[in-house]
């Protein structure tokens, strides 16, 4: 193993070590590594500790396994144990594994293959086996994988269970639509919000189509969901069967024909996807904190899904830089009058509320889920506590705002797929 600083410099530390996933799936690494310059080692360790968000102070980690894989483990945090004749023990974690593999077993055709290692609840046949008896002899005998295949754009994508059902499968070549390196995060996205869960699959292998992929290992520590809440169907998605896929394939295709304020593809998470996260982890927290949550995501899904011109506010815009100018000319206190105009500066466009209420005419939302989102979000944005025992009342208003933000999560997505060519 080898212990790395900046580029073009050689091996802060070399030595054995090994690396193990323990039962939380997370990586960490133990070596014994022996300092190129002592001296210059522990300075760096320490300019790592007093500059966590400098690239430039922190350490890398490679490892060449038995067999001879090379692996790179990326960004690591160093943490000292103890040292004898000049071995110092270190310790760290690894975020994910990377390497190379060519040869037998890699796809000939340019894709990805992923692997989720927990049992998903997707809506798929189940894995079948088949035997033939003649004279009570087995002369046949087979078993099949449950499999689904969709498409999407122009591409095809597979999803397969294993047959302990302990792992799950998908499997897509690359496409126009559909490319590397977006592909290999982009499959995933849609099982976010249709399972209500943080789903990342632990091993990614990118095929170029050339003999040559590249490996990812990077196990999750997320498990499955315990409830609904950030679930956008609203049910079990063993039952949801076609509604699932639909849903799974208009998602895919809105991640897909985003692009940047650049025109470019997103290899980060759809916006959309980082808002469900975020509803996952509170949805395992109190109400108060799922409060606010739901209710900044609707708001945000809300910016995302209207434009400033649909948001053009009901006011003349001579009235509103009338009865600006007004008050620039009130010679009282400047304070007060600055406050005043910033006030006005809100009267440029509609509010979030305003607008969910044009939602309410089209059969979108309903006007009580409108309600209880600006009740829960003028009284939990503003410091009062939401209650953390069971009350039917504020039950009904959490349901509510749960409804309207899966509610408006599909109309931004219909809405989305109105724009694609």
């Not at 798929?124 to 003649?134: A, D, E, G, I, Q």
């Not at 169907?233 to 940047?260: Q, S």
């Not at 503003?382 to 933000?405: C, F, K, Y």
Request: net charge neutral.
């Amino acid at each position: 193993m080898e212990i790395l600083g900046r580029d073009y410099e050689p091996p802060v530390f070399i030595g054995p070590g090994h690396i193990k996933v323990g039962s939380d799936k997370r990586i960490h690494f133990v070596m014994h590594g022996i300092p190129r310059d002592g001296s210059d080692a522990f300075k760096r360790m320490i300019q790592a500790q007093k500059h966590p968000h400098d690239i430039l102070h922190q350490f890398r980690i490679n490892a060449i396994g038995y067999d001879g894989t090379e692996w790179s483990g990326g960004w690591t945090t160093l943490t000292f144990g103890e040292e004898a004749a000049n071995v110092w023990r270190l310790s760290g974690p690894i975020h994910s594994l990377h390497t190379g593999a060519s040869g037998f077993g890699v796809a000939e055709k340019s894709g990805v293959e992923l692997v989720f290692d927990r049992f998903l609840r997707l809506p798929m046949p189940m894995n079948m086996v088949k035997t033939v008896l003649r004279n009570d002899k087995r002369v046949l005998w087979s078993r099949s994988s449950g499999t689904r295949t969709i498409n999407v754009l122009d591409a095809e994508i597979e999803f397969f269970l294993s047959p302990e059902h302990e792992h799950v499968w998908a499997v897509a070549n690359t496409t126009p639509n559909l490319p590397h390196p977006h592909l290999e995060n982009w499959l995933s996205e849609p099982l976010n919000l249709l399972l209500g869960e943080i789903v990342s699959p632990s091993l990614y292998a990118r095929n170029f189509g050339d003999g040559k992929a590249s490996i990812r290992f990077s196990p999750s520590s997320w498990g499955p969901a315990t409830s609904l809440t950030a679930n956008i169907l609203r049910e079990d998605p063993l039952g949801a069967d076609e509604r699932f896929w639909n849903l799974y394939r208009d998602i895919l295709t809105v991640v897909a024909t985003a692009r940047d304020a650049e025109g470019n593809r997103n290899f980060e998470a759809h916006p959309l996807t980082r808002y469900y996260w975020e509803i996952v982890q509170a949805s395992r927290g109190s109400n108060w904190v799922l409060c606010m949550t739901l209710a900044s995501t609707v708001e945000g899904i809300a910016k995302m899904m209207f434009s400033e011109a649909e948001r053009k506010a009901d006011w003349a815009a001579t009235d509103v830089d009338g009865l600006k100018r007004t008050i620039k000319g009130w010679k009282g206190d400047s304070k007060l009058r600055s406050r005043v105009l910033d006030y006005l500066n809100g009267f440029n466009k509609k509010g979030i509320a305003k607008t969910l209420k044009s939602l309410v005419e089209q059969g979108i939302v309903t006007s009580d889920q409108i309600d209880a989102w600006s009740r829960i979000r003028n009284a939990s944005m503003h410091g009062q506590m939401v209650l953390p025992w069971s009350d039917a009342d504020q039950e009904d208003r959490i349901i509510n705002l749960i409804e309207l933000t899966h509610r408006l999560s599909e109309a931004y997505i219909k809405r989305e797929l109105g724009k694609c060519p």
